[in-house]
T-cell receptor
Framework: AQSVTQLDSQVPVFEEAPVELRCNYS??????LFWYVQYPNQGLQLLLK??????LVKGINGFEAEFNKSQTSFHLRKPSVHISDTAEYFC??????????FGKGTSLLVTP | NAGVTQTPKFRILKIGQSMTLQCTQD?????MYWYRQDPGMGLKLIYY???????DKGEVPNGYNVSRSTTEDFPLRLELAAPSQTSVYFC?????????????FGNGTRLTVT
């Protein structure tokens, strides 16, 4: 069965520093990958998605992710974070069926 | 468009009580979902529906029931509430597939069972 593993439960970072949130997936066939963000007391919203084509995917709010098939990874990056990026980030996958499979989430805490 | 609307936002239940979490969307989405979110555990799928009159179990359906009589509404019913059902519940919808339409989430219902 497909699954995603988010390697860090919490990532503290200073404002304006770069950040990488790690996600590995397990699948032997085509898989579609997503990053969702959850701001405090809100539902999740889509940051970016990889379906096919270019392995570097750009999303909203300056985030990007790189699909790496050989390492089965889909890490999320931002070159310079803001306080407002403090949120929970979820990696998700879809291979078949009707539902996304979510990771356990990574809490990004940006401090001044 | 209001998007996905969940009510109530908060609720405290006593063990053994029952309640219905309401979810409605105004985007004419076919697929709707109920997830629960527990700290450090991510989102677990409870039930989903691919259209009016069609529902199916997800990963953690025990203790819950759903119905989908209209495209807009997808209520989640808790019978005989238990402390293990203390969680934040999210309803979500999407038009058809994940390739071209993202999941839209409501703002959640925070439920405590004591």
């Amino acid at each position: 069965a497909q699954s995603v593993t988010q390697l860090d439960s919490q990532v503290p970072v200073f404002e304006e520093a770069p950040v990488e949130l790690r996600c590995n997936y397990s699948s032997s066939v085509s898989v579609y990958l997503f990053w969702y963000v959850q701001y405090p007391n809100q539902g999740l919203q889509l940051l970016l998605k990889y379906l096919s084509g270019s392995t570097l995917v750009k999303g909203i709010n300056g985030f990007e992710a790189e699909f790496n098939k050989s390492q089965t990874s889909f890490h999320l990056r931002k070159p310079s974070v803001h306080i407002s990026d403090t949120a929970e980030y979820f990696c998700a996958s879809w291979e078949s069926g009707y539902a996304l499979n979510f990771g356990k989430g990574t809490s990004l805490l940006v401090t001044p | 468009n209001a998007g996905v609307t969940q009510t109530p936002k908060f609720r405290i239940l006593k063990i053994g009580q029952s309640m219905t979490l309401q979810c409605t969307q105004d985007m004419n989405h076919n697929y709707m979902y109920w997830y629960r979110q527990d700290p450090g555990m991510g989102l677990k799928l409870i039930y989903y529906s691919v259209g009016a009159g069609i529902t199916d179990k997800g990963e953690v359906p025990n203790g819950y029931n759903v119905s989908r009589s209209t495209t807009e509404d997808f209520p989640l019913r808790l019978e005989l509430a238990a402390p293990s059902q203390t969680s934040v519940y999210f309803c979500a919808s999407t038009r058809r597939g994940f390739m071209d339409s993202p999941l839209h989430f409501g703002n959640g219902t925070r439920l405590t069972v004591t």
